[in-house]
């Protein structure tokens, strides 16, 4: 007969209850946003230590060392209250055997190691020791030669581009982690590199014999090897008969060969409990895979029990109303509706409004408005689909003096291509800005810090520094490439240089160099050095433009943050894969619209649309109290026009059904005064001669 502990219940609603009583086969627990997923899973497992189970038997598989960790201990002290216990400050975790996938990979491997032909020594490399590997064997093929025009070139394959080492390991991780065959995994996530198919094969099988022979695995061998114990029946009846039962948190994200293991571990789902929502399945990027819980009940027989968690714990009625409808609509989603009992709040809002900059005002001006009513900025949160949506908000941001956290990407004045474009623009206004010329002349492939550093010495020391800079002769291997920067800033330099329309120019040189240096997201890189265009359109001159970013040169050339400004409070801001876990009194999320969310770059497939549609829902479900969509109407594109207000039209997104548009406000803030209003009154402004350089000097007499 099962103890039930008051102590380990009385905390549990019916549903939850439910879950943590079940005997029998497999168990889903479809555990919704803010339904107490961690409580009804810690309960579980210390109700099952309280039934009898021996806790050296029991397996706890998670995503995080952290999560491991929490939730041992949480059952642990659950398990002491229920037995009249008192806790022990560093008591030893409830569950040996809890830890991440490739945490528990690792030690069942180290143990059976002698008995399967692997060096009981082997060593574990982590993502950056696995690429330089690749390298390594990229190179001993002759896969890598020396760069021609800035792209690997292999003079087997006729001097064709051949993936650089980080695209290698991340098209062999995934063929790993989704058990899919190169072929697809190339023509669906790689297709520039299809005509590589047979030379990735030739170097994947390299990369193998050559971490054998060191006696090496990296992250993705550990689960394949595991795997490959449970295909090999001695092996898998060890392992079986090794756990009587096998929890698992965050289900959703797993993939195919995570979800092989635990169909090895437990062929019929006796003893095997999942916890999981399908709604926050967002990592298909990593190889997770939806389908793995949606399809979990119907691969045991008898199938396997399902309990839902509806009830909610964190939001109010409406914005649960609001996710519940976006959701509704995705095909095939199990029928699972929120709710609360906090059910008198104000309905969340759809706003409207001009373009990207009047977002980033009216989001800034709601922030401090909450902030005055008592709702502190670390209370909020202000989410988007991709780090870059955040650019104009950001300069916003800063121009008010409003201090805030980004998770999700570096700060997009801090990228590494934000500042090589910047750096670009300082030394054309300033030649003798000898950091900026530092970062800019090091782009050009085959200059290093010898000979910029003989460029500047050579700058500072003449009357005409940019003179300087046209009669330098470069290293031999680096003049093809110099004389297209010299040719840049002589352009720059003249006075009629078009402002904006000089920023195409830069872009255009440094598109070249991107792509060369982040070969697997320099598209991504490229639509920022766009919206860094839309943000100049804003000011008037580039003079005025690099004064308003009110920015410090960056002391080194790191494509790392700087420490966060921290003040006495601060607003956060978060990319929706970064904000999964967390929640905050009031949300605002960016670009609710077709092309934003969902991503242009994730319409490929009916798949990456509904993944799209469960970050929305994500994103949703992280607010508390307040909820606001931003839809933008317009999308300034200046990349090709010197002059003018060439826009794009922005759809509200396809999620915001009228279904979903039911469960909303429609609000239409009132527009910003017209931009150049300010400067018709200066028109009026009598003509005053003022000599500043006299009256600044006369300041320090």
């Known amino acids: 007969m099962a103890q039930?502990?008051?102590?380990?219940?009385?905390?549990l609603n019916p549903?939850?209850?439910?879950a943590v009583m079940h005997r029998g086969g497999p168990l889903l627990v479809l555990a919704g946003a803010g339904t107490g997923k961690t409580l009804t899973l810690a309960a579980r497992v210390a109700q099952r230590v309280l039934d009898g189970a021996d806790p050296n038997r029991l397996l706890l598989l998670t995503f995080s060392r952290r999560a491991a960790h929490e939730l041992s201990h949480r059952a642990g002290r659950q398990v002491q209250q229920a037995l009249g216990l008192r806790s022990t400050d560093g008591a030893a975790p409830l569950l040996p055997w809890a830890g991440t996938f490739h945490a528990i990979a690792a030690r069942l491997l180290r143990e059976l190691a002698p008995r399967i032909g692997l060096n009981a020594s082997f060593t574990i490399v982590d993502r950056a020791d696995a690429e330089s590997l690749m390298g390594l064997s990229r190179e001993r093929l002759g896969l890598a030669n020396a760069n021609v025009g800035g792209q690997a070139a292999d003079s087997s394959r006729g001097g064709r581009r051949f993936p650089l080492a980080s695209t290698c390991l991340a098209i062999h991780s995934r063929c790993m982690n989704t058990q899919a065959p190169l072929g697809q995994v190339l023509a669906t996530q790689y297709p520039w590199c299809l005509d590589a198919h047979d030379a990735l094969t030739q170097l994947f099988r390299a990369?193998?014999?050559?971490?054998?022979?060191?006696?090496?695995?990296?992250?993705?061998?550990?689960?394949?090897?595991?795997?490959?114990?449970?295909?090999?029946?001695?092996?898998?009846?060890?392992?079986?008969?090794r756990f009587d039962e096998v929890f698992v948190d965050e289900y959703q994200d797993t993939n195919r060969l995570q979800a092989a293991i635990l169909r090895g571990l437990k062929p019929d789902g006796a003893g095997l409990t999942v916890v999981?929502?399908?709604?926050?399945?967002?990592?298909?990027?990593?190889?997770?895979?939806?389908?793995?819980?949606?399809?979990?009940?119907?691969?045991?027989?008898?199938?396997?029990?399902?309990?839902?968690?509806?009830?909610?714990?964190?939001?109010?009625?409406?914005?649960?109303?609001?996710?519940?409808?976006?959701i509704a609509e995705a095909p095939g989603h199990p029928d699972k509706r929120l709710h609360t009992d906090?059910?008198?709040?104000?309905?969340?809002?759809?706003?409207?409004v001009a373009d990207e900059l009047d977002q980033a005002r009216q989001v800034a001006d709601q922030a401090l408005a909450w902030r005055e009513e008592g709702l502190r900025l670390k209370q909020q949160a202000v989410l988007f689909r991709t780090a870059t949506h955040s650019a104009a908000l950001e300069?916003?941001?800063?121009?008010?003096?409003?201090?805030?956290?980004?998770?999700?990407?570096?700060?997009?004045?801090?990228?590494?291509?934000?500042?090589?474009?910047?750096?670009?623009?300082?030394?054309?206004?300033?030649?003798?800005?000898?950091?900026?010329?530092?970062?800019?002349?090091?782009?050009v492939p085959g200059i290093g810090a010898v000979s910029a550093r003989r460029l500047l010495d050579a700058m500072d020391a003449s009357p005409e520094p940019l003179a300087a800079l046209q009669a330098w002769q470069p290293p031999p291997a680096a003049r093809a490439e110099w004389a297209a920067l010299a040719r840049l800033m002589a352009g720059l330099a003249q006075p009629d240089s078009p402002w904006p329309g000089e920023l195409t120019t830069v872009r255009d040189w440094l598109a070249p160099h991107l792509e060369r240096l982040y070969p697997e997201d320099h598209t991504l890189r490229l639509a920022d050095l766009d919206q860094l265009q839309a943000l100049a359109a804003a000011s008037r001159h580039r003079e005025r433009f690099l004064t308003e970013l009110t920015l410090d040169p960056p002391e080194a050339t790191s494509d790392e943050s700087g420490v966060p400004l921290r003040d006495e409070d601060y607003l956060i801001l978060s990319t929706l894969h970064s904000a999964k876990g967390q929640e905050w009194s009031a949300v605002q999320i960016l670009n609710v619209v077709d092309g934003c969310l969902p991503s242009d770059l994730s319409t490929g497939s009916a798949g990456e649309i509904e993944e799209e549609r469960r970050l929305l829902y994500v994103g949703?479900?992280?607010?508390?109290?307040q909820l606001r969509l931003m839809a933008p109407l317009r999308f300034h594109v200046t990349q090709q026009h010197r002059h003018g207000d060439r826009h794009l039209y922005g759809n509200v997104s396809r999620f915001i059904t009228r279904r979903v548009m039911a469960t909303l406000d429609k609000r239409v803030p009132a527009l910003a005064p017209a931009a150049g209003a300010a400067d018709a009154a200066l028109a009026d402004l009598p003509e005053v001669t003022l000599d500043l350089g006299a009256a600044l000097r006369n300041t320090w007499s």
């Open 4 to 11: 039930e502990s008051s102590s380990v219940l009385d905390r």
């Open 15 to 18: 549903e939850q209850r439910a």
């Open 207 to 241: 990369y193998a014999e050559d971490k054998h022979a060191q006696a090496t695995l990296d992250y993705d061998d550990l689960l394949l090897a595991w795997q490959r114990l449970l295909a090999e029946p001695a092996l898998a009846a060890h392992l079986r008969a």
């Open 276 to 326: 999981g929502d399908d709604a926050q399945s967002i990592y298909a990027f990593r190889g997770a895979e939806v389908g793995n819980i949606l399809g979990f009940a119907q691969q045991f027989a008898p199938l396997a029990t399902v309990v839902p968690l509806q009830r909610n714990y964190r939001s109010t009625q409406p914005i649960l109303d609001c996710a519940n409808a976006v």
């Open 342 to 352: 906090r059910t008198e709040a104000a309905r969340p809002q759809l706003v409207t």
């Open 395 to 443: 300069f916003e941001l800063a121009r008010r003096n409003i201090p805030f956290v980004k998770f999700g990407g570096l700060k997009f004045l801090e990228a590494a291509h934000i500042k090589d474009l910047l750096s670009v623009l300082r030394w054309a206004h300033n030649p003798r800005a000898r950091l900026a010329g530092w970062r800019v002349v090091q782009r």
């Open 620 to 625: 949703i479900t992280r607010a508390r109290q």
